[in-house]
């Protein structure tokens, strides 16, 4: 193993410490673990959701659950690989009933992210949601407007999709989410 990925491993190994050490907001009193985020550590291509839920709270693995399921099949559909994906969330650990992230929580908890992704570096971030999208793109995203349309911030091409979770509870949704989830393919490949 080279010099630069046993300095990018043990960076990881820090980070992922750090958060499972993390005691900067009362989340870290209900959370059965932190869900750091998974996938490949090099990965072109990053979802972003908000914060993990019940299921990913006791495997310690970002959308595992109903949402992470449609998710997967939306990946599958437009032929891309979940293992070649990372997939994180803005918090780490889960809020008391599935609640949205308070903005306190999300400035406590958001520069673990922005260490994945500059440790990442992706060509492609996709945010999961309007909650991220409005922390991640700009305060004031649409997602109903917005989704599927790609920004350049930061030197990243960023777009957000309706969260899966939402498309649980209104499955009208889902055919649009088919459409992104092509145009994020067709951008990916294009990187």
């Known amino acids: 193993m080279d010099g630069k990925q046993e300095e990018l491993d043990r960076k990881w190994s820090e980070l992922e410490e750090t ?4 005691r900067k907001c009362p989340l870290c009193e209900t959370r059965t673990n932190v869900v750091f ?7 072109d291509l990053m979802f972003i959701g908000e914060a993990p839920g019940e299921k990913e709270d006791l495997s310690g ?12 099949k939306f990946l ?3 032929d891309i690989d979940r293992e070649r ?3 994180a969330n803005m918090l780490k650990c889960r809020p008391p009933k599935n609640r949205d992230p308070k903005e306190e929580e999300q400035d406590l908890c958001i520069d673990y992210l922005r260490e994945q992704v500059r440790l990442i570096k992706p060509k492609i971030i996709v945010c999961l949601g309007r909650i991220a999208a409005k922390r991640l793109i700009k305060e004031d995203f649409m997602i109903t407007k917005e989704h599927g349309i790609f920004f350049e911030k930061n030197g990243f091409t960023i777009c957000a999709v309706f969260h899966p979770a939402a498309l649980l509870r209104d499955p009208r949704r889902k055919e649009d989410m088919l459409v992104d989830m092509k145009k994020i393919k067709k951008k990916l490949d294009e990187v």
């Not at 958060?19 to 993390?22: A, L, M, P, Q």
């Not at 985020?37 to 990965?43: C, D, H, I, K, Y």
């Open 19 to 22: 958060c499972k050490n993390c």
């Open 37 to 43: 985020g998974s996938g490949n550590r090099s990965a």
């Open 61 to 72: 693995i970002p959308f595992v659950g109903a949402a992470g399921k449609l998710l997967d």
């Open 76 to 78: 599958y559909a437009v």
């Open 85 to 87: 994906v990372f997939i």
